[in-house]
């Protein structure tokens, strides 16, 4: 139930921020009802404005990977921030996180670091224009990339959730003019036929080709490996860039991404979310043949104030020091997995379609008989059912994400107690689905 004090913010926030929130999918409008407004979050916990606890499934989108406010990053960032906020000038914390990139991410032989994923793949693209002199480029129906002009087509994640627009070439927003969008090709995610098809015809074309290696943009989508393997080769004949967008997957499914897991190798990386550590900082890179593209020591422009922010270069710095810990990312893995098991278990007790899987710290939930393996088999899946599910969590303190369009994702502070708890409190749920 929402509190009156939350309609009350909400409503104010309504007649001063669109929507009365500053991004779109927070606004509940996919589930219905009023957003819940948090005041404190601790390891895997977060309190309400009421007070009300919850254990937190969406950890800011996934950057909270250690769970909310630890005491090393904390420290961390309340040090460095006593000396400035901000300088606009080179600091030695900006090589020594490029470094670490370098030595978690090897691909990324030259790194940039920016303020978002949006600005990290918007700039990726240029760049990839700049080094190959073509104009189109490649992406995927359903994954999202940021919502820079050229990658709202076909997009994933809050477009799917407020039903926008999704035809070939045509814009998932208005705002972006069609001449735009016309540069931008799309495929169904998974379709090795279809990419073999497209590089025959226009390979040589293709700037570059955009990939969520993982997608998390239209819930959780799992790469087949043929997939995977047959785009790499693709883009090697034709001499296009391959970037993967690991804004979400960069070291959540893996250490070393899901380029590791995979173990295929892009020729660009976009980064975001964990090496922020919930503060904003993202980041590309890749080959140096490439990256040498950008000013001051190329022709292909890109800059920004914040860049490498030393307050926020600092909070990724001590999260992506604690994330290397021994067996950090196998336990992180096991405790998303008997997590996505549990909730399988209990809803084919209950009899309800349900189907749900991993990566990493990464998980999706379908009221589907089976996982999906494309936008499509996405979209078939029960969503009524999940906004249903989503509010009976929510009222037993469980926060999912907002939409049956978003992956999960569990951090290194959940302890099997919240998994149980979770698990207990879905059972509940799916018998109240069961017998409606």
């Given amino acids: ?32 009802g009023t957003p819940v407004f948090f005041k404190k979050g601790l390891g895997s916990r977060l309190w309400d404005v009421d007070g009300k606890e919850y254990i937190d499934y969406i950890n ?21 921030a006593a000396n400035s906020l901000s300088f606009g000038a080179p600091t030695g914390l900006e090589l020594e996180i490029a470094q670490l990139i370098n030595k978690l991410v090897p691909s990324m032989e030259q790194v940039r670091l920016v303020s978002s994923g949006t600005e990290a793949t918007m700039s990726a693209i240029r760049v ?100 995977l393997q047959t785009l790499r080769e693709l883009c090697t004949k034709h001499g296009t860039v391959l970037i993967f967008d690991e804004v979400m997957t960069g070291f959540r499914v893996h250490l ?29 890179g890749g080959r140096k043949d490439i990256m040498q593209c950008l000013a001051p020591v190329g022709a292909v422009y890109q800059a920004g104030t914040l860049s490498g922010n030393p307050v926020a270069v600092t909070a990724g710095l001590a999260t992506l020091k604690l994330i290397q810990a021994p067996d950090f990312h196998a336990k992180l893995a096991a405790q998303t997995k008997k997590l996505v098991d549990g909730l399988v278990v209990a809803a084919k007790e209950a009899g309800v379609v349900f189907s749900a899987q991993s990566v990493g710290g990464m998980f999706g939930l379908y ?54 708890l979770t698990i207990n409190a879905a059972k509940k749920a799916f018998s109240s689905l069961a017998s409606h």
Wanted: contains cysteine.
């Fill in 1 to 32: 139930m929402t509190s009156t004090n939350q309609q009350q913010l909400f409503e104010k926030s309504q007649q001063f921020i669109p929507g009365g929130v500053n991004s779109p999918v927070r606004a509940f409008r996919s589930v219905g």
């Fill in 60 to 80: 800011s989108w996934g950057p909270m990977i250690l769970g909310h406010a630890h005491p090393e990053v904390i420290k961390a960032v309340q040090d460095v």
């Fill in 128 to 227: 990839a224009r700049g080094f190959t002199g073509r104009s189109k480029i490649l992406k995927f129906e359903g994954c999202y990339h940021g919502h820079s002009d050229a990658l709202l087509v076909k997009a994933g994640s809050g477009l799917l959730t407020f039903g926008k627009n999704n035809q070939a070439g045509v814009p998932s927003s208005a705002g972006v003019p069609a001449e735009v969008a016309a540069h931008t090709l799309t495929l169904e995610y998974n379709n090795t036929e279809a990419l073999k098809e497209l590089f025959a015809a226009m390979g040589d074309e293709l700037a570059c080709v955009i990939i969520e290696p993982v997608v998390g943009n239209m819930n959780l989508v799992v790469p087949h490996m043929e997939f």
């Fill in 256 to 284: 070393g991404g899901a380029q590791a897991l995979y173990n295929i190798k892009p020729d660009l990386t976009t980064l975001g979310k964990v090496i922020g550590g919930g503060l904003p900082v993202g980041a590309f």
């Fill in 367 to 420: 009221f589907s008989e089976k996982c999906p393996s494309s936008f499509a088999e996405v979209m078939q899946s029960n969503k009524e059912n999940f906004n249903k599910f989503f509010h009976l969590m929510l009222d037993a303190g469980i926060y999912l994400a907002p939409s049956a369009f978003e992956a999960g994702f569990v951090s290194a502070a959940h302890t099997d107690q919240d998994v149980e």
